[in-house]
Antibody
């Protein structure tokens, strides 16, 4: 059974940093691209960042480029999102997502909540 | 960036009736070399992560009831629920994966029972 379990969310002040993790199991982690997708409270979905299966390609939404860094450790079956210079508008539930078919997500985690507030 | 626009923003349909959600992209999602439209539909129920229903614009994901269907090509797409069931109450999103990531979603359509 595929499982994606996010952790690392919490309350942080504007300008602060957080590191999210996503522990993956039930599939060959190193064979699939992975992404972070966020959802602000009561709002829609926003694709935040993507990393290819071998970390050869990374992409970011304009809203986070230069502040967030996606990475993965295939030996630990874990995906990361380092978030720096956090802003109030980064407040959201952050989902870890497994890429299945060229950008289609077939599995999602339950999400970890990031709240940026003073 | 490709902008995805859904209509309507919300929709109320009687049980057993047809529900139709539209999605328009700011540029074509049809890749000529393989004749595939890079468009997916997701369903998100309250308190849950999204679930993929349709990909390649019209291919139903395994296990998705056949009352769900996707159609369209190029820039205009439709998700149809042929006979609405109570469990279909959710927010529905279209998503393009034509360009390099990050991919983009529509703003969502909230489907309720009338």
């Amino acid at each position: 059974e595929v499982q994606l379990v996010e952790s690392g969310g919490g309350l942080v002040q504007p300008g602060g940093s957080l590191r999210l993790s996503c522990a993956a199991s039930g599939f060959t982690f190193s064979s699939y691209a992975m992404s972070w997708v966020r959802q602000a409270p009561g709002k829609g979905l926003e694709w935040v960042s993507y990393v290819s299966d071998n970390s050869g390609g990374t992409y970011y939404a304009d809203s986070v480029r230069g502040r967030f860094t996606i990475s993965r450790d295939n030996s630990k079956n874990t995906l990361y999102l380092q978030m720096n210079s956090l802003r109030v508008e980064d407040t959201a539930l952050y989902y870890c997502a497994k890429d299945w078919v060229s950008g289609v997500v077939d599995y999602w985690g339950q999400g970890t909540l990031v709240t940026v507030s003073s | 960036d490709i902008v995805m626009t859904q209509s309507p923003d919300s929709l109320a349909v009687s049980l057993g009736e047809r529900a139709t959600i539209n999605c328009k992209s700011s540029q074509s999602l049809l890749y000529n070399s393989n004749n595939k439209n890079y468009l997916a539909w997701y369903q998100q129920k309250p308190g849950q992560p999204p679930k993929v229903l349709i990909y390649w614009a019209s291919t139903r994901e395994s296990g998705v009831p056949d009352r769900f269907s996707g159609s369209g090509s190029g820039t205009d797409f439709t998700l149809t629920i042929s006979s609405l069931q109570a469990e279909d109450v959710a927010v529905y999103y279209c998503q393009q994966y034509y360009t390099n990531p990050p991919y983009t979603f529509g703003q969502g359509t909230k489907l309720e029972i009338k």
